[in-house]
């Protein structure tokens, strides 16, 4: 390659900015994430979403500011984090007994096998309609009686009604 192809390359790389010397301006990283917010906001203020389905950026940034303000974000943070740590821990032990013996038993192979590879195909978001209510009902339960009936009429709030509910007479 001689001097002449040489510096036709670098012509064309610092026309095309991809010589070391020039970075692009840092902004750039910013406008996807402000597009997304601006279009978030304006598909929440033409009422696209209500409010109870998905807050605006603004409510949640205020809400944000309110429990700053308060005292009790870090300690909603701690909350959330620990509930995270739990749903790791209890999902890694039946994960780990379960997978040990589906490897070590051709028999529980045979028996869990057919619903594991089934349960792979649902995706994750997936589980977050039926799982809710389960998860609704165990924030705070301390002291609270009748939550084993909630739980069980959330459940059955599918089928549209309430299995604990008495036939009315008379």
Wanted: proline fraction near 9%.
């Amino acid at each position: 390659m001689n001097d002449g192809d040489r510096a036709g390359i670098l012509r064309a790389m610092r026309r095309n900015g991809l010589t070391r010397g020039k970075r692009p301006p840092q902004w750039r990283g910013l406008v996807l994430p402000a597009l997304l917010l601006l279009v978030w906001q304006t598909l929440c203020a033409s009422e696209v979403f209500t409010p109870d389905v998905m807050p605006s950026p603004v409510a949640v940034a205020t809400e944000l500011l309110r429990l700053w303000t308060k005292g009790r974000l870090f300690g909603d943070i701690v909350v959330t984090a620990e509930r995270v740590a739990l749903g790791f821990l209890l999902g890694t032990a039946v994960a780990t007994v379960v997978g040990a013996a589906v490897g070590y038993s051709r028999r529980a192979g045979e028996y869990l096998d057919p619903t594991l590879q089934a349960l792979k195909a649902v995706p994750s978001l997936a589980w977050v309609p039926p799982l809710h209510p389960l998860v609704r009902d165990f924030r705070g339960l301390k002291g609270r009686p009748n939550r084993g009936r909630r739980i069980l009429s959330r459940l059955s709030q599918p089928l549209g009604r309430d299995p604990l509910d008495r036939p009315q007479t008379g």
